[in-house]
């Protein structure tokens, strides 16, 4: 078998390289998961991007917060129709697998465009997209999306264009995601103001939850957000 189980890279978030050959699959067939991710929602293939997810799988997002996943595909449609414009930049991956459990985290840039102020502006946000994926009846799928937000920016589309911020406002958002937030609750969406970001108790406590839960444990998270 191509790479030793002894010298695959193991820890409390299980095997991340090498492993057996079911193990090396296993972590390239939550790797299609979570590169779907991008690939079909950015193209608007909904059925393809349902079908990445469990029935009971949940999404968390600035602007919609903890959503399950039917729902998250309507508002999502809802958006586009009235001219949400979101894209995403899917970067390195890392996905750990301890038995029917895995976690992949994708680096990710958000992209959306959308006017501010009157202004045409691109909004980026770097992230993580943390995935907990199971496998049920030999098949792998989705049961929870949580980005670790990272950093943001916002710049006008023309760079001819010049574009004024409410200061304040943008005070009311945590750092990592102020200005994405800003565009999209300038559009009528709510928005979360207490997702994991890079540093903090925030992070710590999913880390922590995702660490039991490959052990075996509940899936506590949303409990503990609550």
Not at 84 to 92: L, S, T, Y
Not at 99 to 121: E, L, P, S, W
Not at 195 to 200: K, R, S
């Amino acid at each position: 078998e191509y790479g030793a189980k002894t010298m695959s890279c193991t820890s409390k978030l299980g095997i991340r390289h090498n492993g057996t050959n079911q193990e090396i699959l296993d972590r390239f067939l939550v790797r299609e998961l979570i590169e779907g991710w991008p690939v079909y929602r950015d193209a608007h293939e909904w059925e393809n991007y349902r079908a990445l997810f469990f029935d009971d799988a949940k999404v968390f997002t600035t602007w919609g917060g903890e959503t399950p996943i039917d729902k998250f595909i309507e508002i999502s449609k809802e958006g586009i129709k009235k001219g949400d414009f979101i894209m995403h930049r899917a970067n390195g991956h890392s996905v750990s697998v301890k038995g029917n459990r895995a976690v992949g985290k994708m680096k990710v840039t958000i992209c959306q465009r959308n006017k501010v102020h009157d202004v045409y502006c691109e909004s980026e946000c770097d992230c993580r997209f943390v995935t907990f994926c199971e496998k049920r009846d030999g098949n792998w799928g989705i049961i929870i999306m949580q980005p670790i937000y990272e950093k943001s920016r916002i710049f006008p589309v023309d760079p001819s264009d010049t574009l004024t911020l409410d200061k304040e406002k943008l005070k009311s958002y945590p750092d990592a995601y102020k200005y994405l937030a800003y565009m999209q609750e300038g559009l009528g969406h709510p928005i979360d103001v207490d997702l994991p970001t890079l540093y903090g108790k925030r992070v710590e406590d999913f880390y922590q939850a995702m660490e039991k839960w490959l052990e075996g444990g509940p899936l506590d998270w949303t409990e503990k957000k609550k």
